[in-house]
C-alpha cells in the first residue's frame, strides 16, 4: 500500500476522526476511517502515533492466586465488560504514575510492586492508533467504589478458577481475556 494523505474529519474532546487515503497494491484508491487520541496529526510519521496513550493494569494479589478484574459498563456496547482497570495517562504523567493512579481511582487498591512493564501496544488496532502501556504488578488494600460517577466500575479479586468460568460466560475486552486465560489456564491442562 502507499500513503497519501490524512484529512481530519472531525474533532472530539477525547477522540478524533481522520480519514487515511493510500493506493492498494493494485492501483485502487481507498479511505480508510479511523480515530486516534491524536488532535494533530498530519502525516504518516505522526500517524505511528507519539507514545502511550493510556495504561493498562494487570494486577495480582500479593500471594499471586488471584488477580483483579473490573466488571464495567461500557457505553460503545450497550453492557457490562470484564476489563482490567485501565486509564488514559495524563500529561505530564509517566506510565508508572499513571498505574497508581488509575488504581486508586477505580479500585481504591494501592500498588505494592511493579514487576514488569510490557512495551506499547495498541488498544483497537482495527480502527486506531491509541496506543497502551501495560504495567504488570501486585496490589493490596480494600476494593471500593469508582472516583467516578461517569464510570461505572465494580471492581473484583478471582481465582483461576473463577476466571475460567467467567470466560465461558462473559464478554471481555480481549487484551484482558487473553491474558486472563493464559493466567488461568485451561480446564484441559488441569
Not at 453492557?79 to 482490567?84: R, S
Request: proline share 2%.
Amino acid at each position: 500500500m502507499k500513503y497519501k494523505g490524512i484529512v481530519k474529519k472531525e474533532a472530539g474532546r477525547f477522540i478524533h476522526r481522520y480519514d487515511v487515503q493510500y493506493l492498494t497494491e493494485d492501483g485502487q484508491e481507498k479511505n480508510y476511517e479511523m480515530i486516534s487520541r491524536d488532535g494533530g496529526i498530519d502525516g504518516l510519521e505522526r500517524l505511528h502515533g507519539r507514545g502511550a496513550d493510556a495504561v493498562v493494569l494487570m494486577m495480582h494479589s500479593p500471594d499471586g492466586e488471584k488477580i483483579l478484574i473490573n466488571r464495567e459498563f461500557r457505553m460503545a456496547v450497550g453492557g457490562w465488560v470484564y476489563n482490567f482497570p485501565a486509564g488514559l495517562i495524563d500529561p505530564g504523567e509517566t506510565p508508572e504514575e499513571a498505574a497508581v493512579r488509575e488504581l486508586r481511582e477505580e479500585t481504591g487498591l494501592r500498588l505494592v510492586e511493579i514487576r514488569d512493564r510490557i512495551g506499547l501496544s495498541y488498544s483497537a488496532v482495527g480502527f486506531s492508533n491509541e496506543m497502551n502501556v501495560c504495567v504488570v504488578g501486585v496490589c493490596d488494600g480494600e476494593i471500593r467504589k469508582s472516583d467516578s460517577s461517569f464510570e461505572e466500575i465494580e471492581a473484583g479479586w478471582y481465582t483461576r478458577e473463577e476466571v475460567r468460568k467467567l470466560l465461558k460466560t462473559e464478554r471481555f475486552a480481549a487484551r484482558t481475556q487473553a491474558y486472563c486465560y493464559l493466567w488461568a489456564g485451561s480446564e484441559e491442562k488441569r
